[in-house]
């Protein structure tokens, strides 16, 4: 294996959830970080696993281990360490970090390509980012539906104040629901050339 994205690069409209993750904080909730430990991951599309990787825990450190091939050559057994940093949480305990193999940076999740790096090394947006404004304003419509117990889609209904809400919080909600309808029914119109 060649340096730091030798091999297939991810291209730069690619995001987050494009890309094989390896999120360590999963890993610390299941007990996998612990010196000694060996498990692994598998990815699926649909029933057929396209890729599996194994890692053995050491003490301040991953070997990630899986085998990788380039524009059709042959397979190759790609063995190397991630190493982990710790900081101290307020409420107390550890909480593990990776640092990133292509840039050392402190991060929770490496994403797979050539080599497992971080997001920045390999230039991937979170989906948001790639959004237009009318998608933005209809996601953020639909999480305030959800928040209240409507019914998905905003040219439903809307269903009420739900059981417990507060009053002032109802509005609140309401309000910002009924801004980012208009802005996207507004934005609906305009794609399909219905407003003048």
């Not at 690069?9 to 360590?24: A, E």
């Amino acid at each position: 294996m060649g340096g730091f994205g030798s091999g297939r690069r991810l291209q730069s409209q690619n995001t987050t959830t494009d890309c094989r993750q390896l999120d360590i904080r999963k890993l610390q909730r299941e007990g996998l970080l612990k010196p000694g430990r060996f498990f692994s991951r598998q990815w699926k599309s649909g029933n057929k696993i396209i890729t599996t990787i194994n890692a053995h825990s050491e003490i301040n450190k991953i070997t990630l281990s899986y085998k990788q091939r380039s524009n059709g050559k042959e397979w190759k057994d790609v063995s190397y360490p991630v190493w982990l940093d710790w900081t101290w949480c307020n409420y107390g305990d550890w909480r593990a970090w990776f640092l990133c193999p292509g840039c050392d940076r402190r991060v929770a999740i490496l994403y797979g390509g050539a080599t497992f790096a971080c997001r920045h090394c390999y230039k991937l947006a979170y989906p948001c980012q790639r959004e237009t404004v009318l998608d933005r304003t209809t996601r953020r419509a639909e999480k305030i539906r959800s928040r209240l117990g409507w019914e998905e889609g905003i040219l439903n209904s809307p269903s009420g104040k739900p059981k417990g809400m507060h009053w002032q919080t109802f509005w609140k909600l309401e309000r910002q629901h009924n801004v980012f309808f208009r802005r996207s029914l507004d934005g609906m119109k305009e794609q399909l050339g219905l407003r003048h």
